[in-house]
């Protein structure tokens, strides 16, 4: 389910960004919901990638203090 909300962000994107060159209030809240999606997207693959990176430093040091 991720990978497909993704992969609806990334279609998108081109949509957002024209939202800047339109006056239109309109069209703002029309994108609102792909740039939340966007920002929640991003916020959750650093979270993945941060946790990933944590659990690979803990499991290094418990194996060095095994040593």
């Known amino acids: 389910m991720f ?3 993704l992969l609806r962000c ?3 994107i081109s949509h957002f960004i024209g939202v ?13 919901p792909i740039l939340i999606c966007l920002v ?4 959750l693959i650093s ?5 990933y990176l944590v659990i690979f430093h803990l499991s290094l ?3 060095s203090l095994e040593k």
């Open 40 to 43: 929640f997207s991003f916020v």
């Open 61 to 63: 040091c418990s194996l």
């Open 10 to 12: 990334h279609v998108t």
């Open 20 to 32: 800047f060159f339109e006056p239109n209030f309109f069209a703002y809240i029309y994108h609102l």
């Open 47 to 51: 979270y993945f990638f941060l946790s």
């Open 3 to 5: 990978f497909v909300l």
